[in-house]
T-cell receptor, first 116, second 112 residues
Framework: GAVVSQHPSWVICKSGTSVKIECRSL??????MFWYRQFPKQSLMLMAT?????????EQGVEKDKFLINHASLTLSTLTVTSAHPEDSSFYIC????????????FGPGTRLTVL | DQQVKQNSPSLSVQEGRISILNCDYT??????FLWYKKYPAEGPTFLIS?????DKNEDGRFTVFLNKSAKHLSLHIVPSQPGDSAVYFC???????????FGTGTRLKVLA
C-alpha cells in the first residue's frame, strides 16, 4: 500500500517551454500533496503544499507563477514549470499524505527535469 | 537556517555490524520525526518514525532513538546489509502542519 507515482520520470525540454509533471496516489486518497526539489548532493527542499480543491501554499522564495500547482482530485496533483530555464533543471519529487490523517508522507519516484 | 542537521555526510560500515546515523534539530516545536532511505534518481522510501512522546521505536532491523532534551535522534541498523547502502535522510515535522524539514542526508555504505 501507499504507492505514489510520478510521470514522466524524466523530461528534457528547450528553454522557454512549459513542462507538466503529474503525481498520483495509487491506493489511497491524499488530502495533501507536497512538491519538493532536490539539487545534486543536497537535501530535499519543500516548494509547495497542495490541498485538494484549494490553492497551493508556496514556500518562501518559490515563484507561484512559475511553478503552477493544481490538485484537482484526491489522487492527482500536477506541477507545471512554466517558461522553463536551465536553472530550473533539477529533480522534482512529490509526496502525498494519506487522507486518513497519518503524519507520514509517501514519496513518488521523482522526475528529472533537464532544460537545455 | 538549517533546522535539521545530519553532520556526517557519509558513513562506512562492515556487513553484519551496526550502522548508527545521527540527526540533530533546533526547533523545539517538532514533535514527529521520520527516517527515509533514498537511492539516486528515486524518491525517498519511508523507513521508520517516532513521535515525541516516545524515546524509542523499533521495526525489524531498524530502531530510532529520540533524545528530546538533546534535540537528537539516531537510526540504528542491525545487522547492516549491503542492500542498506543508500542515502538516509531524517525529517522533522510539527503536528498539524504536515510540512517536513529534511536533513542534509548521510550516505551509508555497507561493505561486504
Amino acid at each position: 500500500g501507499a504507492v505514489v507515482s510520478q510521470h514522466p520520470s524524466w523530461v528534457i525540454c528547450k528553454s522557454g517551454t512549459s513542462v507538466k509533471i503529474e503525481c498520483r496516489s495509487l491506493d489511497f486518497q491524499a488530502t495533501t500533496m507536497f512538491w519538493y526539489r532536490q539539487f545534486p548532493k543536497q537535501s530535499l527542499m519543500l516548494m509547495a503544499t497542495s490541498n485538494e480543491g484549494s490553492k497551493a501554499t508556496y514556500e518562501q522564495g518559490v515563484e507561484k507563477d512559475k511553478f503552477l500547482i493544481n490538485h484537482a482530485s484526491l489522487t492527482l496533483s500536477t506541477l507545471t514549470v512554466t517558461s522553463a530555464h536551465p536553472e530550473d533543471s533539477s529533480f522534482y519529487i512529490c509526496s502525498a499524505r494519506d487522507a486518513r490523517g497519518t503524519n507520514t508522507q509517501y514519496f513518488g519516484p521523482g522526475t528529472r527535469l533537464t532544460v537545455l | 537556517d538549517q533546522q535539521v542537521k545530519q553532520n556526517s555526510p557519509s558513513l562506512s560500515v562492515q556487513e553484519g555490524r551496526i550502522s548508527i546515523l545521527n540527526c540533530d534539530y533546533t526547533n523545539s516545536m517538532f514533535d514527529y520525526f521520520l527516517w527515509y532511505k533514498k537511492y539516486p534518481a528515486e524518491g525517498p522510501t519511508f523507513l521508520i518514525s517516532i513521535s515525541s512522546i516516545k524515546d524509542k521505536n523499533e521495526d525489524g532491523r531498524f530502531t530510532v532513538f529520540l533524545n528530546k532534551s538533546a534535540k537528537h535522534l539516531s537510526l540504528h541498523i542491525v545487522p547492516s546489509q549491503p542492500g542498506d547502502s543508500a542515502v538516509y535522510f531524517c525529517a522533522a515535522t510539527t503536528s498539524g502542519t504536515y510540512k517536513y524539514i529534511f536533513g542534509t542526508g548521510t550516505r551509508l555504505k555497507v561493505l561486504a
